[in-house]
């Protein structure tokens, strides 16, 4: 069985593929203080809960935008599982994407990931709109070269900045509002934050298509990509696991056993 791991600025994803397809999915809030003996007692636990063995575990691939938290993951891999693992971003690892940017480093793990994983299933070029602790527009050509994004605010950072910000303002959920214009203080924070995230989305979307001039395919990714479903009008598929298929491609590329 492969593990695949994607540990973002908000949450950690752990995932288990194996001969008949993905096994199981599990998130934990990321914290670059947690140890390797404390991820494995979570995760031992919903393993097995889901009839899942660490000793059936002979790969893994580990991507992170947060790099203290490598060492860890590292170890939890290699003490708990007994398994070198994969990790996206050291210099001998195909990534299945060629950066045209002047400072490839710079991009962070994520973004190229996703790249792939939208790149093994929709027809390019695309632009994949990621909704997480940022918002990321990336442009991947169609022959799967990362050519650029942007990088905005993502919409719980938002909020919470209202909250903390303005004394008077309640930390509120995610919700499409039943009006534009709110009736009291939560609907109204409620439809700045989602319908001027929706303009940001297709403002930004129109904006890079009339400066480039080709027929992108536009896919939404991440944690509230969902929410938007319906409501933006750029956004043409909607897809939650383009990081774990993007790992498998990459485990495929590099991985020593070339099956799960």
């Known amino acids: ?41 979570w995760f031992y636990q919903l393993m097995h809960m889901a009839g899942l063995r660490f000793e059936d575990i002979s790969d893994c691939v580990i991507s992170t935008v947060v ?110 509002p039943e009006t534009v214009v709110g009736t009291d203080t939560v609907s109204a924070m409620q439809s700045g934050v989602f319908w001027g995230y929706i303009g940001l989305i297709d403002g930004i979307v129109e904006r890079i298509r009339e400066e480039d001039g080709r027929d992108f395919t536009v896919v939404g990714t991440g944690g509230v990509a969902s929410l938007f479903e319906g409501a933006s009008e750029t956004i043409q598929h909607y897809d939650a696991d383009l990081t774990i298929r993007g790992l498998l491609e990459i485990w495929k590329l590099n991985g020593p056993n070339g099956q799960t």
């Open 1 to 41: 069985m492969l593990l695949v791991i994607d540990s973002g600025n908000t949450n950690t994803l752990f995932a288990i593929h194996n001969k008949d397809g993905w096994a199981g999915q599990w998130r934990i809030a990321t914290d670059s203080a947690r140890t390797a003996d404390e991820y494995a007692v």
């Open 67 to 176: 790099p203290q938290s490598l060492f860890n993951l590292r170890n939890l891999a290699r003490r708990h599982m007994s398994v070198e693992p994969l990790i996206v971003g050291e210099p001998d690892v195909d990534l299945g994407v060629k950066v045209r940017l002047d400072n490839p480093g710079q991009v962070g793990a994520d973004r190229l990931v996703n790249a792939l994983g939208a790149a093994v299933v929709f027809d390019g070029p695309l632009i994949l709109i990621d909704s997480g602790t940022a918002t990321t527009f990336d442009i991947v050509s169609a022959d799967r070269h990362f050519e650029g994004g942007i990088i905005a605010p993502g919409i719980n950072l938002s909020m919470r900045a209202l909250h903390e910000a303005a004394a008077q303002l309640p930390r509120i959920a995610i919700k499409r």
